[in-house]
């Protein structure tokens, strides 16, 4: 199980770093375009718990394995690529100077002008977003907030990977030609 976990992991570690750094190349858009792109990176990287837990029910057991094991497994290997994840958002951290937060509350305060927002909205968001800039500058903080993004999918598509897999006759494992 641990072999499958890490090859299925580092698997779907490096899909979603390389996600995440395409999605900071090409969209500029720190707002609902980048969640979107960010999102589906997350997606397309951790379909490899679904392979993974597949691969393991089909060749290390014969074709079937219960919920709970599925389950285990397909956490075990979420949870690698979400700590590539976390560990990538943090050398993006360091080789950008950590200026993301500053340009994030930049962008969010002229997209609030710019919709015509008023002056007290504009600084009672700026004030909450200074706050939480000041929390982000710790990185055990930043680190525990980046691995919140990855979380919800990571447990969405572990528990439809185990729910699905455990049924034997979902997708079952072709027998070799002979």
């Known amino acids: 199980m641990g072999r499958i976990i890490a090859v299925y992991g580092v698997i779907a570690g490096v899909i979603v770093v390389l996600g995440m750094f395409m999605s900071i190349s090409v969209v500029s858009d720190h707002g609902t375009m ?10 397309v990287a951790l379909l490899f718990v679904f392979v993974g837990v597949k691969r393991y029910r089909d060749v290390n057991l014969g074709g079937v394995i219960g919920f709970g094991k599925a389950l ?12 590539f994840y976390v560990l990538s958002w943090e050398v993006y951290m360091w ?12 962008a969010s305060v002229e997209s609030m002008r ?13 004030a909450e977003m200074n706050d939480m800039a ?45």
Do not use: C, D
């Not at 980048?34 to 997606?43: D, E, W």
């Not at 080789?95 to 930049?106: D, K």
């Not at 055990?140 to 598509?157: K, S, Y």
């Open 34 to 43: 980048g969640m979107v792109a960010g999102y589906l990176s997350m997606l």
């Open 95 to 106: 080789q950008t100077g950590g200026t993301f937060m500053a340009e994030y509350i930049a």
């Open 114 to 126: 710019a919709s015509g927002k008023s002056a007290a909205e504009i600084a009672a968001f700026s």
């Open 72 to 83: 285990l497994v397909g956490l075990g290997i979420a949870g690698v690529a979400s700590l």
């Open 134 to 178: 000041e929390k982000y500058k710790n990185p055990a903080f930043r680190m525990a907030l980046t691995f919140m993004e990855i979380l919800p999918v990571a447990l969405l598509v572990s528990l439809v990977s185990a729910a699905l897999l455990r049924r034997s006759s979902f997708l079952p494992a072709t027998q070799p030609r002979g």
